[in-house]
């Protein structure tokens, strides 16, 4: 079946530390890829998104994710976060233009100032 | 870029009720709209994608008597909870998808219902 995993549940980090955040999607033809975030009590807004063409995609606020396709990854990366960076990342896979969107379970962000 | 509302913000409801959540695409025809149900601290699940004209899609598991779906206009799609319970409380996110880049969706702000 078609899905999307995150398997960061939960991640802590210290301002100016470097972030990854894992997400695996699975095997099920051509797939568009996004990162979203939402933070405290505030609506979606999308951080990145690939369709095709460079792996490297780069987004708002200094964010880029690499489409590895050997691994089925999207994983979202930040050199250097701040504290405002706190919120819940969310990555979202849809598998055809006509079709859903499909969301991972979320992966909380806490930032120490 | 493109913007979603939705309406009312928070609602609070007795049990056995009706509740209707609005959902406009302000600035661009929106041939799709999708609603969304978030737990707390959960991520968000598809309850039904709507196109404009026609009856809604629900997902697996989801009462389409008990959500209805109305998306009459290309601007335009309403959630309507009946007879609703406490275990309706959510956060509901609609989402709308058309205009130039039919890939992305542009996710409306939520509607948080509180069913006492």
């Known amino acids: 079946a078609q899905s999307v995993s995150q398997h960061n549940h939960h991640v802590i980090l210290s301002e100016a530390a470097s972030l990854e955040l894992g997400c695996n999607y699975s095997?099920?033809?051509?797939?568009?890829l996004f990162w979203y975030v939402q933070y405290p009590g505030q609506h979606l807004q999308l951080l990145l998104k690939?369709?095709?063409?460079?792996?490297l995609v780069k987004g708002i606020k200094g964010f880029e994710a690499e489409f590895i396709k050997s691994k089925f990854s999207f994983n979202l990366r930040k050199p250097s976060v701040q504290w405002s960076d706190t919120a819940e990342y969310f990555c979202?896979?849809?598998?055809?233009?006509?079709?859903?969107?499909?969301f991972g379970s979320g992966t909380r962000l806490s930032i120490r100032p | 870029g493109a913007v979603v509302s939705q309406h009312p913000s928070r609602v609070i409801c007795k049990s056995g009720t009706s509740v209707k959540i609005e959902c406009r695409s302000l600035?661009?025809?929106?041939?799709?709209m999708f609603w969304y149900r978030q737990f707390p601290k959960q991520s968000l699940m598809l309850m039904a994608t709507?196109?404009?004209?026609?009856?809604?899609?629900?997902e697996q598991g989801v009462e389409k008597d008990k959500f209805l779906i109305n998306h009459a206009s290309l601007t335009l799609s309403t959630l309507t909870v009946t007879s609703a319970h406490p275990e309706d409380s959510s956060f509901y996110i609609c989402?709308?998808?058309?205009?130039?880049?039919?890939?992305?969706?542009?996710f409306g702000p939520g509607t948080r219902l509180t069913v006492t």
């Open positions: 989402s709308a998808r058309g205009g130039a880049d039919s890939y992305e969706q542009y």
């Open positions: 095997y099920g033809g051509t797939v568009n």
């Open positions: 690939y369709f095709s063409g460079d792996p």
């Open positions: 979202a896979g849809s598998y055809s233009s006509a079709s859903k969107i499909i």
């Open positions: 600035d661009f025809q929106a041939t799709t």
């Open positions: 709507s196109n404009e004209g026609s009856k809604a899609t629900y």
